[in-house]
């Protein structure tokens, strides 16, 4: 059997499994319990665009797809891709045609009617809008048309095996009509045809979901979920401790977890394709000097991160492409973990020494990826400071400036993460090195090499061929450094004991309709 089935089959076990263990976990005779009508789920997270043409961080991205829904979308807890507002396709001309049949009578959550029209005006919007994501169908989508109310033909620039994978992101879903046509609707609520529709949107306080009553699919388990924002995880963990909140998601504090396991709440590990990284911009001095980057690289100590920042629940990672995913490859390995005779060699090939140090600003953003963030700068600072030839400059923005000055390339070094918008190597890649679909990040890197191989390697549908474009990409990566890998790692989430149902996807979103809490 060939190595990637190998892979899907694991990966689609272990969620099946995480959900499974939930189960098992909260194995009580709820017959005879009365289910509560809402949940409460508390996040350190921040929302940025309600709008699937500008969103693109993890946190929201949950939110569009518990309220919205695309043409297909992944059977919960799997990476089985099923039917959703499509009930049937067809693929045509080398997978370059892809023409989808809609449901009849869809509608959107206000109850105005759903068909192809809408489908198609969505999409276009978003190629229109040039958003974050839109690289994820720019990239792709030649054209897409609406033959009638209920077909929806997509004719590809080039033959494109994962397509339906893309399907399931957020650019593809269809929105309501109410979002504006010409510019980025960031705080419109109106939504799409998800199983959940907002009714209430306070930025940064909370967020109030309702069962959308005209979705097409399965009836939520709880009628009503209340997501409230907190500035931190020891407010957020005290909330779930005092009974405020009944779920604990992104992102609790390591030592939190290990301590909440030991009481009486629940705790549900998420593993899977989540990685954190270091960006360098590459246009602005010093760090576009490449020994400058290749040194900073070189001081860098996974490990010592791993078990100092993370309590071991993390594990290094020496490549963008994750741990266990086909072609990835430990290219920074050559570099070393705190390899600090290395890193003084490379800066003093750049022209600094211990009496002319290298002066750099090193952010982060202190609760989007949680607490431990502001330990993880420290740590880093620490590790290049060893070198005796860096003095570093910590900084820090909350996630909405954070994410506004990384577009407009404002910081020299700065941390990131990410979590999965489809399961392909190409998502670890495309996103961050092709300069038609990277202006997100703000490293403003270029490389008409890798342009040409990630092209290539998006129209092969061979997968050995494919993972040798890939194994060459990241050699280019390790070689240019406009990132440096930092770790891979599991998500945690924590509940009340008499919370079940916990369902978390291959892209780790959880749907939130299938939760549900007994009194």
């Known amino acids: ?81 099923e039917p959703a507002l499509a009930e049937s396709w067809e693929v045509k ?14 509608k959107f959550s206000d109850g105005t009617p759903l068909t192809a029209k809408n489908v198609v005006w969505s999409i276009e919007r978003v190629m229109r809008l040039k958003g974050d994501p839109s690289w994820l169908v720019t990239d792709f989508v030649k054209k897409v048309v609406a033959e009638n109310n209920t077909t929806v033909v997509f004719y590809l620039k080039h033959p494109t095996s994962y397509f339906l994978a893309l399907l399931t992101t957020p650019p593809y879903y269809p929105v309501n009509p ?15 045809a998800g199983p959940y529709k907002i009714i209430k949107f306070i930025r ?13 699919g399965m009836k939520p388990k709880t009628k009503k979920i209340i997501i409230k924002f907190y500035r931190d995880a ?78 071991g629940t993390v594990e290094p990672l020496y490549s963008l492409i994750p741990n266990g995913m086909w072609s990835h490859l430990d290219v920074f390995k050559k570099y070393g973990d705190g390899n600090v005779k290395l890193a003084q060699e490379l800066l003093e090939k750049a022209g600094y020494s211990k009496n002319n140090p290298l002066h750099i600003q090193l952010w982060y953003t202190p609760t989007h990826y949680g607490d431990t963030e502001a330990d993880l700068a420290q740590m880093i600072k620490t590790q290049w400071e060893r070198t005796g030839m860096v003095k570093v400059t ?82 280019i990566l390790a070689d240019q450094v406009p990132y440096v890998p930092l770790v891979q790692g599991n998500l945690f989430i924590v509940t009340k004991p008499n919370v079940h149902g916990v369902v978390v996807g291959p892209d780790m979103v959880m749907e939130y309709s299938y939760l549900y809490k007994v009194s």
């Open 1 to 81: 059997m060939k190595k990637w089935v190998l892979l899907i089959l694991l990966l689609a076990a272990v969620f099946v499994g995480c959900a499974q263990n939930n189960k098992v976990q909260n194995k009580t005779p709820v017959e005879n319990l009365q289910k509560s009508n809402a949940i409460v789920i508390g996040v350190t997270d921040k929302v940025t665009d309600l709008d699937p043409a500008n969103a693109y961080d993890a946190f929201t991205w949950e939110i569009l797809e518990n309220t919205m829904v695309g043409l297909v979308k992944y059977k919960p807890g799997t990476l089985k891709i």
């Open 93 to 106: 001309n080398n997978s370059t045609v892809w023409i989808f049949h809609l449901r009849k009578g869809l």
């Open 178 to 192: 109410k979002y504006n046509p010409n510019k980025i609707d960031s705080d419109q609520t109106a939504g799409g």
């Open 204 to 216: 940064g306080q909370e967020i109030v979901l309702e069962a959308n009553p005209y979705y097409f």
């Open 234 to 311: 020891t407010t957020m963990r005290l909330a779930l401790q005092n009974g405020e909140i009944d779920v604990a998601w992104r992102t609790l504090r390591p030592s939190d977890v290990l301590s909440l396991e030991k009481s009486n709440f629940n705790v549900v590990k998420v593993p899977g394709t989540y990685i954190r990284y270091l960006c360098f911009n590459v246009v602005k001095k010093p760090t576009s000097n490449v020994l400058v980057r290749k040194a900073l690289a070189a001081a860098i100590n996974r490990k010592e991160i791993a078990e100092m920042v993370y309590r």
């Open 394 to 475: 910590l900084k820090s923005a909350e996630w909405g400036t954070y994410v506004d000055y990384a577009r407009k390339g404002q910081m020299q070094a700065y941390l990131l993460g990410w979590y999965p918008d489809y399961l392909d190597p190409d998502d670890y890649t495309t996103p961050f090195l092709s300069s038609t679909a990277n202006s997100w990040v703000g490293t403003g890197f270029a490389n008409k090499t890798v342009d040409t191989l990630l092209k290539k390697a998006q129209e092969i549908p061979n997968q050995n061929e494919r993972a040798k474009i890939y194994e060459e990409v990241q050699k």
